[in-house]
């Protein structure tokens, strides 16, 4: 799949025709001729034609000369933008080579800002003359004073600066005390000072960070495990990598997953640098996206923190990748390009010749693996930072200690609460299931409450007063009477999700405040924002919370945290299942006793002897990967084997049977591959789509793009099947 294409850009003076990808999903670029007085290199945005539109795509080398030149459709213009890097346009290549997704496709990844490639926007701003009123008021005078400082500010700015109405600054326009001059319509990026504030670091991050920073200087590739407990100071120590690397004048992109990207983090990044860094998450609008990526490009935005797709922005000076919380799922893109963005942060960083840092607290099997085999180098903090212990974590047997029925929290969860409640200090309960209820079903008729559309429960809201499906966001009243039977008030709720913990919370502490937090019922960064801010500021006692409460907080008068279905992860036959729950479990015991004050953990559970169980209570988390690798390592899954996963879906189900059972019969013979399936998925129906998966199993060295390619590549597919290929697979569904 990789193009043969020379990009040296020598070879392509002058060029009669150029080969411009686009990004759509097409494994090729097309090539175009180049107008007369036009110059075009490799890396050019441009616009072109294809079939009635008009797309703008990247030059990726001079035209393979397959059509006569003046058969071909001609460049129709360059756009203003400083040209894709070639870094990044190798990055494309092998991206789409490692994932099978088309090139196209990985190239949308990476020109996905609309409106980036126009031209910027002017705005009007205002700036002091030596003319003044004929009256002088005195909020004039203010207006006059706060642009003495010879800024130029819009009129919303001035007159918010100077505490005046709009209409006092614009009677200073008319007065010609003003004058406008036109600036760029985006704010600026501010440079983050390497030097700005840091932190004196204890003798363990100062050896840590020192190593780190000596990698920097060495401005050669490298891969370090930085491993350390939660609280230890990860974050001080690879600020100073930033640090270093700004100093030598590289680009620095910062990955965190999507939920750890907090306002926490950018505060602290603030403190460090003196101001904030460029963001690049789903939340951006489109002009703020327009804004990063174009900074990005022009090397004006110096740090980004970002989510996964952070990866493809256009840095031309990148010299250091920090992957933080390197073990998170959410790192791997499930929809259209199938990656994984620790991985190929990993390619990324070897591609350009710069360092990367994975971070943890939890590290993956993967990278723990990659470690121990001299791979990566790991550098380990075993402390908390300060007096801050590690929190004491406890099983509570829920076969010996039951709550009352209908309940969900048991005797000595309730009993450890209140202590803490009345020390005066805060308690956590994790369950990671939003809603209320995650099944509902008839008293009467036994009837379940399905999704038509996914093989799911509908979950209930109680807030919202619907019953949801969270694979589709297929939504419905919750009924008053049974739907298959016509029993009324016959419905009942079946386990708990958070807004039923809640409820409990309520009825055992009247008196606590309580505040729920998950996606459902924080809609929103402000709200979000909000809710953190008033449980820092003591003004909440019990948190009752999903996943976004597990992640990076810091809470300093949390010291209680009651897992409520620590064996809820463990359900599934996930094969990382353990690994994932072990991870999640650790780190929402992390958020207990960040500061004076201990944390202890109760972890609720019927396996109280579950490996994963006794890990956390011992804090043996060596130990437990140590038998996690070995008992991979016996059946040659990851990271000991390679697995890739296949979907094929339609929505004519029959379809997707039949195509299924005939791709089955074209798998190619290889050796250590085995292809098992097809079998109907998990999720069998998903969004009104049925769903069959193979799994193709393969030892650790085999080159499963090629088996994939030879199987799949000569497949005639009908237009209404889509066959997903996902190379590392992480969800099984
Ligand atoms: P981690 O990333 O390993 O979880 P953090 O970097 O978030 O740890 O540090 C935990 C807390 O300890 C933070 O509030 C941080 O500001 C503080 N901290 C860490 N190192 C130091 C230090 N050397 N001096 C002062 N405070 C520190
Ligand atoms: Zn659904």
């Given at each position: ?91 494309i290549d092998w991206v789409s080579g490692y994932t099978l997704a088309p090139r196209g496709s990985v190239l949308r990844l ?624």
């Amino acid at each position: 799949m990789a193009s043969e294409i020379s990009t040296s850009p020598n070879r392509m003076a002058p060029p009669e025709s150029v080969a411009v990808l686009v990004p759509l999903a097409l494994p090729e670029p097309y090539d175009y001729a180049v107008p007369a007085g036009l110059t075009l290199s490799p890396g050019d945005y441009v616009a072109v034609p294809l079939g009635a539109q008009e797309l703008i795509g990247v030059v990726w080398g001079p035209g393979s000369g397959a059509i006569e030149r003046k058969r071909l459709k001609s460049v129709s213009e360059r756009l203003e933008a400083p040209p894709m890097p070639e870094a990044l346009r190798r990055f494309i290549d092998w991206v789409s080579g490692y994932t099978l997704a088309p090139r196209g496709s990985v190239l949308r990844l990476a020109i996905r800002a609309p409106g980036a490639l126009e031209p910027p926007r002017l705005r009007i701003a205002y700036q002091l003359t030596d003319a003044r009123p004929a009256r002088m008021t005195p909020a004039r005078l203010r207006v006059v004073e706060t642009a003495g400082d010879g800024f130029v500010r819009t009129v919303r700015e001035l007159a918010e600066a100077a505490g005046v109405s709009d209409g006092v600054v614009r009677g200073l326009v008319e007065a010609g005390t003003l004058t406008p001059v036109e600036m760029p319509a985006e704010a600026p990026f501010p440079s983050p000072e390497p030097d700005a504030q840091g932190m004196a670091l204890s003798p363990d991050q100062a050896e840590a960070a020192a190593a780190l920073v000596a990698s920097v200087a060495a401005g050669a590739y490298s891969a370090t495990l930085l491993d350390g407990v939660t609280g230890s100071g990860k974050t001080e120590v690879y600020f100073e990598a930033v640090a270093e690397a700004l100093r030598r004048g590289a680009q620095v992109l910062i990955l965190l997953p999507e939920i750890a990207l907090t306002q926490q983090f950018l505060d602290r990044f603030e403190q460090r640098f003196g101001c904030r860094p460029a963001e690049w998450h789903s939340d951006l609008s489109t002009r703020e996206r327009a804004r990063v990526w174009r900074g990005v490009a022009e090397g004006r935005a110096r740090v980004v923190v970002g989510a996964r797709s952070a990866l493809f922005l256009p840095f031309p000076e990148l010299g250091l990748i920090i992957v933080d919380e390197e073990h998170e799922a959410a790192f791997k893109q499930e929809d259209g390009v199938a990656y994984h963005a620790r991985d190929m942060a990993v390619v990324r960083a070897s591609l350009g010749a710069f360092p990367i840092v994975l971070s943890s607290a939890t590290p993956s099997l993967e990278t723990v693996v990659n470690a121990d085999q001299g791979r990566y180098r790991r550098l380990r903090l075993e402390a908390r930072h300060g007096v801050a212990e590690m929190p004491q974590i406890e099983a509570i047997d829920m076969r010996r200690d039951p709550p009352e029925r209908g309940r969900w929290l048991s005797p000595r969860l309730v009993i450890e609460m209140t202590r803490a409640l009345e020390a005066g200090e805060q308690a956590m309960l994790f369950l990671n299931r939003r809603g209320y209820a995650p099944l509902t079903l008839c008293r009467s008729c036994g009837h379940r409450f399905e999704c038509p559309q996914c093989s799911s429960w509908l979950v209930e809201h109680r807030f919202r007063r619907e019953l949801a499906c969270h694979h589709c966001g297929y939504t419905a009243p919750v009924p008053t009477s049974c739907p298959a039977c016509g029993e009324p008030e016959a419905l009942v709720a079946c386990g708990p999700g958070v807004e039923r913990i809640a409820e409990e919370v309520a009825t055992l502490f009247p008196d606590a405040r309580t505040a729920i937090v998950s996606s459902d019922n924080l809609r929103g960064p402000a709200a979000h924002r909000a809710v953190f801010a008033a449980i820092e500021a003591r003004e909440i006692d019990i948190i009752v919370g999903t996943q976004i409460v597990a992640k990076g907080h810091h809470f300093p008068w949390l010291t209680l945290v009651g897992v409520v279905d620590a064996d809820l992860g463990l359900e599934n036959g996930d094969l990382r299942a353990a690994e994932r729950t072990f991870q999640l479990l650790q780190q929402v015991a992390g958020r207990a006793g960040r500061a004076e004050r201990p944390g202890r953990v109760f972890l609720q559970t019927y396996m109280p002897e579950h490996g994963v169980m006794r890990a956390l209570c011992s804090g043996d988390r060596d130990a437990f990967l140590d038998r996690e690798a070995q008992a991979r390592e016996r059946v040659h899954l990851p990271p000991f084997g390679r697995l890739v996963g296949v979907v094929v879906a339609s929505a004519d189900a029959e379809l997707a049977r039949r195509t299924a059972r005939d791709m089955s019969r074209c798998v190619p013979k290889a050796d250590e591959v085995s292809v098992l399936g097809p079998a109907p998925a998990p999720m069998a129906l998903l969004r009104g789509r049925t769903r069959l998966r193979f799994l193709v199993k393969a030892g650790r060295n085999i080159n499963v793009q090629a088996f994939m390619q030879a199987w799949l590549g000569p497949l005639k597919l009908p237009n209404a099947v889509r066959v997903s290929v996902d190379i590392d697979p992480y969800s099984f569904m």
